[in-house]
């Protein structure tokens, strides 16, 4: 069974830009969660996805947005990019919301020039 | 947001060494999770706590729930090199789906 999968790996971005991340689930797994991962702050949670619904939503400015679609995908999105959102952004599928088994993506590494 | 201090950042130690590491936070939780995250690689599970007071093992890692409530903790037995990693903790309260995450322990073997 194929894990999480998120594309691209890598990105780089200037200041101002704005970027989309994509991330597949296992299959059957029809909750996905985005976290931000940064060196001083660690995981942050950014928000959940269910049935195409956003269930929960961290603590992140409105430039940070997402959306699921009927195939349980998800992508999330980066407007005005800032120096601070250089981060892994790491996505989490599970069979149910709030679930503690959890299974994360490799992430996407943005790094903002 | 609100964050998990997790403790030591880091660690060095030798093969076969025992490790030791703890989390706490000032709120209380009624879920424990700890983590690993290996190089290019998201966390991955290692040990659920649902319980205070409860001790669960996964192979040589052992993870006890704080009888307060507020805190856990994580000890590796007898580590070899693929213990490597950063080890992360995270917590749930009642009333809360969102996990909070701790800021990690960075553990490094010395051959």
């Known amino acids: 069974k194929a894990g999480v999968t998120q594309t691209p790996r890598y990105l780089i971005k200037t200041r101002g830009q704005q970027v989309t991340l994509s991330c597949s689930p296992i299959?059957?797994?029809?909750?996905v969660s985005w976290y931000q991962q940064t060196p001083g702050q660690g995981l942050q949670f950014l928000f959940e996805y269910f049935s195409e619904t956003q269930r929960n939503k961290g603590n992140f400015p409105g430039r940070f947005s997402g959306r699921q679609f009927s195939n349980s995908r998800s992508e999330m999105n980066v407007s005005t990019l800032e120096l601070g959102d250089s981060a892994l952004y790491l996505c989490?599928?599970?069979?149910?919301?709030?679930?503690?088994?959890?299974?994360f993506g490799p992430g996407t590494r943005l790094t903002v020039l | 947001g609100q964050q998990l201090n997790q403790s030591p950042q880091s660690m060095f130690i030798q093969e076969g060494e025992d490790v030791s590491m703890n989390c706490t936070s000032s709120s209380i939780f009624n879920t424990w999770l700890w983590y690993k995250q290996e190089p290019g690689e998201g966390p991955v599970l290692l040990i659920a706590?649902?319980?205070?007071?409860e001790l669960t093992s996964n192979g040589r890692l052992t993870a006890q729930f704080g009888i307060t409530r507020k805190d856990s903790f994580l000890n590796i037995s007898a580590s070899i090199p693929s213990d490597v990693g950063i080890y992360f903790c995270a917590g749930r309260n009642f009333g809360n789906e969102k996990l909070t995450f701790g800021t990690g322990t960075r553990l490094t073997i010395i051959p």
């Open positions: 299959s059957g797994h029809r909750s």
């Open positions: 989490a599928s599970s069979l149910v919301p709030a679930s503690d088994e959890q299974f």
């Open positions: 706590l649902y319980k205070a007071g």
